[in-house]
Antibody
């Protein structure tokens, strides 16, 4: 079955940076768009970013534009989220997901927790 | 951005009884190809989200047939015909027709 494993979360100070990774397996990674979705503690889900199959098209929610960058390495079956200028409100569990079609996500990783605090 | 509004936000249900969750979008979710990209996700306590329904009414493989989705335009519904203990969790609708994708606030289903 499809596997998505996130890593890279942790505690960072406001204004700091962090790079999340998502290792994909058991499917042909290069054929799928990929997504990042986050969930603040005790809160609902928020879509963060999408990237197309070759990495040339990216989409972001307004609140992270200019601060976060989504990228991928199809040779390594890996998805990344570079997060700069982090804010307290970026504190969340970050999930990577696989859209199997436009406008949806069929598989989700287990998530990695990012805590932004001084 | 398209606002997704779910109701109720809390839904206590008796085992074996039906349950229904409403999701309304601030804009029509119908695309030029005629499809509406409305999804339903279940998030059990301590787990990642799991997709139940895509394109309004298509049930994912392995999802019990007691779950069904319906609706059109801006009004959508998730129904559970007979609630079981394993259905406890939070249910989210999500639209993927318009950028950015947006989720409803979530409906917490619990057993009375």
């Amino acid at each position: 079955e499809v596997q998505l494993v996130e890593s890279g979360g942790g505690l960072v100070q406001p204004g700091g940076s962090l790079r999340l990774s998502c290792e994909a397996s058991k499917f042909t990674f290069s054929r799928y768009w990929m997504s990042w979705v986050r969930q603040a503690p005790g809160m609902g889900l928020e879509w963060v970013a999408n990237i197309n199959t070759d990495g040339r098209e990216t989409y972001y929610v307004d609140s992270v534009k200019g601060r976060f960058t989504v990228s991928r390495d199809n040779a390594k079956n890996a998805l990344y989220l570079q997060m700069n200028s982090l804010r307290v409100e970026d504190t969340a569990v970050y999930y990577c997901g696989r859209p199997d079609a436009p406008g949806t996500v069929d598989y989700w990783g287990q998530g990695t927790l990012v805590t932004v605090s001084s | 951005d398209v606002v997704m509004t779910q109701s109720p936000l809390s839904l206590p249900v008796t085992l074996g009884q039906p349950a229904s969750i409403s999701c309304r979008s601030s804009e029509s979710l119908v695309r030029s190809d005629g499809n509406s990209l409305l999804n339903w996700f279940q998030q059990r306590p301590g787990q990642s989200p799991r997709r139940l329904i895509y394109k309004v009414s298509n049930r994912d493989s392995g999802v019990p047939d007691r779950f069904s989705g319906s609706g059109s335009g801006t009004d959508f519904t998730l129904k559970i015909s007979r609630v079981e203990a394993e259905d406890v969790g939070v249910y989210y609708c999500m639209q993927g027709t318009h950028w950015p994708w947006t989720f409803g606030q979530g409906t917490k289903v619990e057993i009375k």
